[in-house]
Nanobody, 125 residues
Framework: QVHLVESGGGLVQPGGSLRLSCAAS????????MGWYRQAPGKQRELVAA???????NYVDSVKGRFTISRDNAKNTVSLQMNSLEPEDTAVYYC???????????????????WGQGTQVTVSS
């Protein structure tokens, strides 16, 4: 089984910066799209940013120009640099992989929609 381990959340003042990181562990052959979602209290989970294996990127409009997603295919990691943070960015942020192919014993397995455990980001003065 592939696990996604996130790090980098915390408390920051408005206008500050944080960097989130996510590493996929396991005997991985390939990952399609890696992304970051967030869920604020009382709201639905939303896609923040995603990057495909080929490097195509998309962002939700509210973070364009402030957040930057990056990916290291060799290390199976994805990061989210968050600048000019606003109180509205407060949420639990989740790493997501839409499709991963990996070895499990003698089997080749494809898993869909794998999630990390989430990391809290709080923007407050």
């Amino acid at each position: 089984q592939v696990h996604l381990v996130e790090s980098g959340g915390g408390l920051v003042q408005p206008g500050g910066s944080l960097r989130l990181s996510c590493a996929a562990s396991g005997s991985i052959f390939s990952i399609n799209t890696m992304g970051w979602y967030r869920q604020a209290p009382g709201k639905q989970r939303e896609l923040v940013a995603a990057v495909t294996s080929g490097g195509s990127i998309n962002y939700v409009d509210s973070v364009k120009g402030r957040f930057t997603i990056s990916r290291d295919n060799a290390k199976n990691t994805v990061s989210l640099q968050m600048n000019s943070l606003e109180p509205e960015d407060t949420a639990v942020y989740y790493c997501n992989v839409d499709r991963v192919v990996y070895r499990s014993g003698t089997h080749i397995v494809t898993d869909y929609n794998t999630w990390g455990q989430g990391t809290q980001v709080t923007v407050s003065s």
